[in-house]
């Protein structure tokens, strides 16, 4: 195919590779002209705007826009007086899957297709394959198939279930099918980008459950050298339990193999630690996308309990100094019905 892609940031430009490896004829566009020229250099055709973009193309036009969430409708209000009827629209980034449903009946208006694609793999997607969860129009998706079977990691095994099941006959099958490779259609506009948007909120939870498991690892050691966990604690009652210096680096390695928590983030992990076993690099202040805090807020408001991804997402504010007046509130209730002294470290 030949396809239009707007947004050449480290997803984006891997993606045109990846599909250039693919033999996808691919029109490029970037605000930023050094991106251009980069895909360029791997057989892209770079544009100098959007309008140029969608003269390089033949009907029906397939345009995939990878930028920030917040200036997608900009992209879109650039490019929705270029496009004709029967054109395709893709929105691969991160948007709140309402303004998909929005954008989808404003576009409709004009015979324009939108389709939008969560998109999970980040800098490893143009080696491994992105996973794309795509919702919309059955016939859009059915016209840029082909995109998405390239952009996908492949054929993997199936997961362990009986395969006479009924949920795998008629059209599910196709669906199980597709996702095998990496690719499926959700459902109806927002639908991609509501799967993905549940599925950041469930990485947020995988990554504190990594995280609070290698810190109680991290400090095994607590009945060493005085046996007290800080400089507030009494001595450990039973420091002989306590004794363990630990190698997570080590540690996170062996999970990677055969166990029953090894996943891709735990290959970064064990990758970062390898690299730097005390993680002195970072600095522990954890940015939040917004996929988390909606997630969270869809819970709500179909009243369905999300106890660990709410938890993981309130970590995440504690990690940039949100919970200091909080914390500076329970020292002083403790002095005032106590007479507890505040000790600093």
């Not at 449903?101 to 409709?108: P, V």
């Not at 006479?164 to 927002?190: F, I, V, W």
């Not at 309130?314 to 005032?336: C, N, P």
């Amino acid at each position: 195919m030949r396809i239009g892609m707007i947004g050449l940031g480290r997803m984006g430009a891997n993606m045109v590779r990846r599909l250039l490896k693919g033999g996808h004829e691919c029109v490029a566009y970037d605000h930023n002209a050094d991106n251009v020229k980069a895909v360029a250099a791997f057989g892209a055709r770079g544009v100098a705007s959007p309008a140029e973009l969608v003269k390089a193309l033949a009907p029906p036009r397939v345009v995939w826009i990878m930028v920030p969430a917040g200036v997608v409708d900009t992209v879109i209000g650039e490019l929705e007086t270029l496009l004709a009827a029967g054109d395709v629209l893709i929105d691969g980034g991160n948007s709140n899957y309402r303004d998909d449903i929005r954008r989808a009946s404003e576009l409709r208006g004009r015979g324009i297709h939108y389709l939008d694609v969560g998109t999970s793999g980040g800098v490893l997607g143009y080696e491994q394959g992105y996973c794309l969860m795509v919702g919309g129009s059955a016939e859009a998706v059915a016209l840029i198939e082909p995109v998405l079977a390239t952009l996908a990691p492949g054929g993997r095994p199936a997961a362990p279930a009986d395969a006479g099941s009924p949920g795998t006959q008629g059209g599910k099958a196709a669906s199980l099918a597709a996702a095998r490779l990496g690719y499926l259609h959700c459902g109806a506009a927002g639908a991609g980008h509501f799967v993905k948007m549940v599925h950041n909120g469930i990485e947020y939870g995988l990554m504190a459950a990594y995280a609070e498991g290698l810190n109680i690892l991290a400090h095994a050691d607590a009945g060493l050298a005085g046996g007290k966990v800080d400089a507030e604690t009494a001595p450990l009652a039973e420091p002989q339990f306590f004794q363990y210096r630990l190698d997570l680096a080590a540690i996170t390695e062996v999970w990677r193999h055969g166990s029953i928590i090894e996943s891709r983030l735990l290959d970064l992990t064990a990758a970062a630690l390898a690299g730097d076993h005390q993680l002195e690099q970072f600095a522990g202040h954890v940015a939040d996308s917004g996929e988390g805090r909606w997630t969270v807020e869809a819970a709500i408001e179909v009243g369905v309990p999300a106890a660990v991804l709410s938890a993981a997402l309130y970590a995440r504010f504690a990690s940039r100094g949100r919970a200091e007046f909080a914390d500076k509130v329970l020292s002083a209730m403790r002095l005032g019905f106590g007479g507890h002294i505040e000790r600093r470290p």
